[in-house]
């Protein structure tokens, strides 16, 4: 197929899937046109397929209309199929057609269809429009809910299901078709014969089901509509909010630790004085981390490892709502674990009791490691990439940078949903320039300079994480005498920008 806009001739072949003859153009533009396999729509960029697979009635379509109305009418061997646009409907020799094989379609000036069949011709009046009636007859969680408008239940319910009924005289009930969406969950709507819709494990939240009927002519019932919320089960808030009372008391105790290491360090800037207090605050630090260190850290990695004991013993001789309690501690476990670590290693640092080791380090290599690493984590629509101009050797401490790369990987892989990760290695006069860039969400220019404090998230992106990855790597990167900073645009990305140099002592 060929299409001139006035000026240029385009030729459409069978790679962009214009494989068989023109039907016509619709009111929207779009042409119609005849494939191997059932019809094509092309609206001027994209090619869609309609197959017996996908609601036409056969794949071996001989004509079609559109009517004044706009509907349009596919006549092939079995029938004649309609479709509004949203939903494709059928009649057959089932609905009192004396043949099911249709050759020709005419609309006439009376809006009448007529049918060319092998048999002679048929013509149809269609009705009055005439909304089918619709009943939402249930809701089936933890327990079947009978002609509800609004219901709760919990999210150990497992498998939630809407049943619903329509009908009317002209349709057969195998005919109707029913519109459905689940809103919170759903973006657009979904079609099918089915008078049961079942959705799987359900976030907590607010829901609203929606559903419509369509009959043969292709009018639209009422919408039905019932809320739905599911909640969290109660033994499951009381275990959060005992677990959330652990973790705020460990934060407070560590943001005070943190807030008067701060104030020390100033005083001691200040006040000559004040270096013996100074001393001693260091040593009280000492032994609380290392008393913190063996009262939190060690019997977390014993819940972590009992946990998952547990889980390799217990599965399959356990329900699978207690096998999901199991998991569920081991994830809280290494999250709380992670939380303590990062709260000691912030301590550590600025306690200055971080001891470096450095040695000549292969940045591309350490790169490759770190993309290795987390890859598995990318989502399936991002593209992740390295640009590598050379692989230089720096002298620097391998663990204290590769933790820091691990952590601006990371923090790229959460945000990005679509687009692509990419990791720059590059030299810059005397220094070496490593950047990780995103095509996240963005940081709001006035959040940027404080993405690197302690504890501090971007209001309206908090995801899962303690809000001091960024603080450990700026102080990281400080240590071994680099620098690291952050660029972003809202809507376009961030990248983050670590420049380093042999270290000096």
């Known amino acids: 197929m060929t299409r001139y806009d006035g000026q240029t001739f385009t030729n459409m072949t069978a790679e962009a899937g214009v494989t068989g003859r023109p039907f016509l ?3 929207n533009g779009s042409i119609w046109f005849d494939i191997a396999r059932g019809v094509a729509r092309f609206d001027g960029e994209t090619v869609t397929p309609f197959t017996a697979e996908t609601g036409l009635l056969t794949n071996d379509v001989r004509w079609m209309i559109e009517d004044r109305i706009g509907r349009l009418w596919f006549a092939g061997n079995g029938g004649i199929a309609t479709y509004d646009g949203r939903v494709m409907q059928t009649m057959t020799m089932a609905d009192g057609l004396a043949t099911g094989y249709i050759r020709r379609v005419l609309e006439d000036r009376g809006g009448r269809i007529w049918l060319c069949t092998s048999g002679g011709l048929i013509r149809f009046r269609p009705p009055p429009p005439t909304p089918p009636w619709l009943e939402l007859e249930a809701v089936v969680a933890d327990r079947r809910y009978n002609g509800a408008d609004a219901i709760s239940t919990s999210m150990t319910s497992g498998i939630t299901a809407f049943e619903y009924r329509g009908g009317n005289i002209r349709t057969r009930p195998e005919a109707m078709v029913y519109l ?3 809103k919170g969950r759903d973006q657009e709507w979904q079609a099918t014969y089915q008078r049961r819709v079942e959705y799987q494990d359900l976030d907590r ?11 043969r002519d292709l009018t639209y019932s009422d919408t039905a509509r019932v809320d739905l919320n599911i909640r969290l089960p109660y033994e499951r808030v009381a275990w959060m ?3 959330a009372l652990a973790i705020c008391l460990i934060l407070w105790q560590a943001g005070r630790l943190v807030q008067r290491d701060r104030n020390l360090r100033l005083a001691n800037t200040e006040l000559e004085s004040a270096n013996r207090e100074i001393q001693e605050q260091t040593e009280r630090k000492s032994a609380f981390l ?5 009262d939190l850290r060690t019997p977390m990695n014993a819940i972590v ?11 399959g001789t356990i329900d699978d709502r207690q096998y999901r309690n199991l998991d569920n501690i081991n994830t809280s476990a290494d999250h709380l674990l992670s939380l303590i670590n990062d709260i000691l290693d912030l301590s550590k640092i600025e306690a200055g009791s971080i001891d470096l080791h450095p040695e000549r380090v292969n940045l591309g290599q350490l790169i490759s490691d770190c993309m290795t690493s987390v890859r598995s984590l990318v989502g399936p629509g991002v593209r992740f990439e390295e640009r590598l101009e050379q692989s230089d050797t720096v002298r620097t401490d391998p663990d204290r940078l590769q933790r820091v790369m691990m952590n601006l990987l990371g923090n790229a892989v959460k945000f990005t949903d679509k687009g ?11 220094w070496v320039e490593l950047s990780v860039a995103d095509t996240g969400p963005g940081i709001p220019a006035a959040e940027l300079p404080f993405i690197f404090e302690e504890f501090r998230q971007v209001e309206g992106e908090k995801k899962e994480g303690t809000g001091l990855g960024l603080a450990i790597a700026r102080k990281s990167v400080e240590l071994l005498g680099g620098t690291i900073s952050a660029a972003s645009e809202v809507g376009l990305g961030t990248t983050f920008t670590v420049r380093i140099r042999d270290y000096k002592p």
């Open 25 to 27: 153009q619709d009111r």
């Open 180 to 182: 459905y969406r689940l």
């Open 205 to 215: 939240g607010d829901y609203t089901f929606e559903v419509q009927a369509v009959d």
């Open 241 to 243: 909010s005992s677990m």
């Open 290 to 294: 290392a008393s913190m260190s063996h």
């Open 305 to 315: 490892g009992y946990t998952r004991i547990l889980q390799r013993r217990l599965k």
């Open 420 to 430: 692509s990760i990419t990791v720059s290695l590059k030299s810059v006069d005397e």
